[in-house]
């Protein structure tokens, strides 16, 4: 119904100087959707507070409503194109008037849990990054097409989206830091299993991809209205620095029926771990951590084992959120598991120890477009230390990537094998009193296929090689200093 339409809208953005990459696409693509998205959701507000005799205090005012600027009618229903704004009055109105108005919600709205602020939240990290008006009206006038008005519309735009997400994951590094494979997650989801009444936090949430999916799956639960109304207001929370992301996790979220999203702006890491109380814990944990990052100083003194490495402060930081039995599903580089710095070595310790690493699934290369590594997805349960690990080395039997991205059916060995933690080809259990207490070396080593060779990423090679020529540096100087 709305494919063509979004085609037509990516034709638009494709033309525009503005607009150069697919970010910048799904950007401009999720503020216009947003404010269609709360127009239609004002007049069916409106439409229920008519029949139930109520006042309706409308979110937006008149003079800002999409009605009034991006798609003004006439009274038979067609596009009013006279009293419509274009050119260089249109973007004038929005980068001066509209923008800042809507920007003003995050002062005015009485809490961060309102659609209010995330509105004023919205606008005030993004951009409008059109630079004709011409280009914006004819954008403005296909988003006027789509309808949020049915569960069917807005399952198909739902889809339409994760589409435009999945092609910015293709698209190269930065978009890949906002996109997981959607099979993964859903495996993932699986093994873990959220239940009604829990709470489900990802505090790298990128594009809410954990949470969204999470929902799908917990929706056929929610039988009653009290579990939908849980569902919806008490079980996502998320936490996402970066400003692009944040938007689209929200405009995804919105899509897939979550309508005021539990999602804050803000930098995860920079909260000092110790502070973080029982009431802030959750029951299960779901992320994907960016991987290869390096943090200041001041943001490494939040945490007891302090290191510049981004993924191994957010695992610290979940093991911490997590409640006592809790569940966690966290994808980290496949690296964690037999780096020998003393980070590396000390946060092993910490997770067999205090947590029940019960499950280590390797995946393959290509798994995630354009970042160039391998990746382990841990699943540990927090409280008693780990007894026995079962690993399981996913081989979908053939390279995967854009033209053979992971699927769903790559996966369902694993989700059936681990169920019952059974040894198969691709899987074996390891006993935890077998680790090397002092290394605690988790490598994959599948003992079933004796031949097989654990290739290390070039990358890790390098950085392994830098780190030795500087250490030997250092010493030269010192020895060079005694003389």
């Keep these: 119904m709305f494919e063509q339409t979004f085609k037509n809208i990516d034709d638009v953005l494709w033309k525009e100087a503005g607009c150069a990459t697919e970010l910048d696409y799904t950007e401009q693509t999720s503020w216009m959707l947003f ?25 937006i005012d008149k003079g800002h409503r999409w009605s009034v600027w991006a798609a003004p009618k006439k009274k038979d229903g067609s ?29 005015r709205a009485e809490g961060p849990d309102t659609i209010e602020y995330k509105i004023g939240e919205i606008f005030g990290e993004i951009k409008n990054r059109f630079q004709s008006g011409y280009s914006l009206r004819d954008a403005l006038e296909l988003i006027d097409q789509l309808r949020f008005n049915t ?38 989801i699986k093994v873990v299993d959220p239940q009604i009444g829990e709470r489900i936090y990802d505090g790298a949430c990128g594009s809410a991809g954990f949470l969204c999916e999470a929902f799908d799956y917990m929706l056929p639960q929610a039988t009653s209205t009290k579990a939908r109304k849980t569902l919806q207001e008490k079980t996502f929370f998320g936490k996402e620095k970066k400003s692009l ?47 290869g990052g390096k943090e200041r100083p001041e943001i490494q003194q939040n945490f007891p084992i302090r290191t510049g490495e981004t993924a191994f402060l957010f695992l610290q930081h979940f093991i911490k959120s997590l409640k006592a ?11 964690f598991l037999s780096n020998t710095d003393n980070a590396a070595v000390a946060l092993r310790k910490q997770l067999l120890e205090d947590c029940n690493l019960h499950t280590v699934l390797d995946m393959p290369g290509g798994t995630f477009q354009g970042a160039g590594v391998k990746t382990v997805v841990l699943f540990f349960e927090k409280g008693a230390p780990t007894r026995k690990v079962w ?55 599948n003992p079933n296929k004796a031949d097989e060779t654990e290739l290390r990423d070039p990358k890790d090679i390098i950085a392994e090689m830098v780190a030795l020529d500087a250490e030997s540096a250092a010493i030269l100087r010192n020895i060079e200093a005694m003389l």
């Excluded at 399952?155 to 996109?179: D, F, T």
């Excluded at 039995?325 to 690296?335: F, H, L, Q």
């Design 35 to 59: 404010l269609k998205y709360l127009d239609d959701l004002e007049r069916a507000n409106e439409q229920r507070a008519l029949l139930e005799g109520k006042p309706y205090q409308a979110i």
């Design 79 to 107: 596009f009013d194109h006279d009293k419509a704004k274009t050119g260089d009055d249109l973007i004038d109105y929005v980068n001066k008037d509209l923008f800042p108005y809507l920007q003003g919600f995050r002062t």
């Design 151 to 188: 569960q069917a519309e807005k399952h198909e735009l739902s889809e339409l989206y994760e589409g435009k997400l999945r092609n910015m994951g293709n698209a190269g590094r930065n978009g890949g830091e906002y996109y997981t494979p959607r099979p993964l997650i859903r495996a993932m």
């Design 245 to 291: 992301a944040y938007v689209i996790g929200i405009m995804n979220m919105i899509l897939h029926g979550i309508e005021a999203p539990n999602i804050v702006h803000t930098n995860t890491l920079g909260e000092n771990i110790a502070d973080i109380q029982d009431k802030d814990r959750f029951d299960v944990v779901l992320a994907n951590p960016p991987f």
């Design 325 to 335: 039995g809790g569940r966690a599903g966290i994808v980290i580089k496949n690296t």
């Design 391 to 445: 690993f399981y080395k996913l081989d979908p039997g053939r390279n995967l990537g854009k033209t053979n991205p992971l699927n769903d059916d790559d996966l369902k060995d694993f989700v059936a094998l681990q169920a019952k933690a059974r040894d198969s080809e691709n899987s074996w259990t390891v006993d935890a009193k077998s680790i090397d207490q002092t290394t605690f070396d988790l490598s994959v080593k």
